[in-house]
């Protein structure tokens, strides 16, 4: 079953402009997970956040956490051709025990140049 | 490159018939899972093996099993195959069992036919 939900499900931009996706899970977490997957090949990390952080920065990744309304948002800045791809959320099961991954539907963004 | 191989890339083979796919770890990686990734159903966790041992299952049916090795490979065999099993087999690695991101491998594609 999935954790959660991802908003929007598609986006189509302008090379440099932002783009913001969004996911909602369900449960409580210990952290959660944005990844990469360009079309039909293997996910790539992008970013963890955990539970007890509200902000985090990598290159032009921002990513938030909001677990009082078991939520997070990615923001990719300037964009480029090369983010066309599709976005997931993943958060982990609540365990301290494990690594598994529950994945959201994804959010597939478009870049044109 | 993750780091993470898997093979065979793709693989077509008929109803009833049974597959095995490997998967080999980023080095020094303990953990190792699998996912299976198809267009109804998304991205589902399988199985996550830490060190030779099953840590945490999902959603895998009964005619499938998994395994880790001593050397740290891991293996996925699928039996009794039907039109539905056909799907983007992923998996991962990650140096600690839980609470730490995931590396990809760039995942069997499975066509049962």
């Known amino acids: 079953s999935q954790q959660g939900e991802e908003d929007p499900q598609a986006l189509s931009i302008q090379e440099g402009e932002n783009a913001t996706m969004n996911c909602s899970y369900k449960t409580s977490i210990n952290n959660l997970q944005w990844y990469r997957q360009n079309s039909g090949r293997g996910l790539v990390h992008l970013i963890l956040i955990r539970s007890n952080e509200r902000e985090k920065h990598s290159g032009r990744l921002r990513v938030t956490l909001d677990t009082s309304k078991k939520s997070s948002s990615l923001l990719i800045t300037a964009s480029r051709a090369a983010d066309t791809a599709s976005y997931f959320c993943?958060?982990?099961?609540?365990?301290?025990?494990?690594?598994?991954?529950?994945f959201g539907q994804g959010t597939t963004l478009q870049v044109k140049p | 490159d993750s780091g993470v191989t898997q093979t065979p890339k793709h693989l077509i083979t008929a109803t009833g018939q049974r597959v095995t796919l490997r998967c080999s770890p980023r080095?020094?990686?303990?953990?190792v899972y699998w996912y299976q990734q198809s267009l109804d159903q998304g991205l589902q966790f399988l199985i996550q093996?830490?060190?030779?041992?099953?840590?945490a299952k999902g959603n895998i049916l009964e005619r499938f099993s998994a395994q880790q090795f001593p050397d740290l490979h891991s293996e996925l065999n699928l039996s009794s195959l039907e039109l539905g099993d056909s799907a983007l087999y992923f998996c991962a690695s990650s140096l600690r069992g839980a609470n730490t991101e995931a590396f990809f491998g760039q995942g069997t594609r499975l066509t049962v036919v």
């Open positions: 093996y830490y060190n030779g041992e099953e840590r």
């Open positions: 993943a958060t982990d099961d609540g365990s301290s025990n494990t690594g598994k991954l529950i």
């Open positions: 080095s020094g990686d303990l953990s």
